[in-house]
């Protein structure tokens, strides 16, 4: 019964913890306030989504099994310490791991497995270069390994390794 008790209050603690850092202050508040979040239409707008996550990615070069971006880290892909959000760098790895694949005219294909290797940091406004290749391909499974490196210094941020799951193109 005590340790009920007990578990109960650590868990409120927790909780009440949690709903702190959760909290936006007076600043953060006004700032989400003003987004502006616009309706998804069917091939003519891009979502929320890719609005505020990849809005700025700019793609450099294109080859078969080969594709590299450019990024500027903007504000609101941040975290409290000015650091380019890991969650934001997942989502390059993922988007830019997929878009290596990708055959124009069949869905996208599905992330099944994705390992993040944090080696670095990246500022607000350090330009990034995100680099993805085609490690192989079985059937319809595909991996690629995706380098996040500071474009001025050269240091690598974060190295991905992304399994994708997805139709084939037909071979007829």
Known sequence: MVFTILARDLRKSNMEQVKQFLELNKEEGESVSRLTIH?????????FYE?????????????????????????RLTDKSGNLATGAVANLVDEVGGAVVH???????????????????????????????????????SGTIV??????????????????????ASKL
Request: a positive charge; one cysteine or more.
């Open 39 to 47: 309706s998804n239409r069917v091939r003519s707008q891009c979502s």
């Open 51 to 75: 609005y505020f996550a990849l809005r700025g990615i700019r793609v450099d070069r294109v080859e078969p099994g080969f594709v590299s971006c450019t990024f500027k880290v903007p504000p």
């Open 103 to 141: 055959v124009e005219g069949l869905p996208m294909n599905v992330s099944v497995d994705m390992s993040i290797s944090f080696l670095g940091t990246a500022k607000l406004n350090d330009e990034l270069e995100i680099t993805s290749k085609v490690l192989g391909r079985g059937g319809s499974y």
């Open 147 to 168: 380098l996040v490196r500071n474009k001025a210094t050269g240091v690598l941020i974060a190295e991905g390794r992304h399994s994708l799951f997805g139709k084939q």
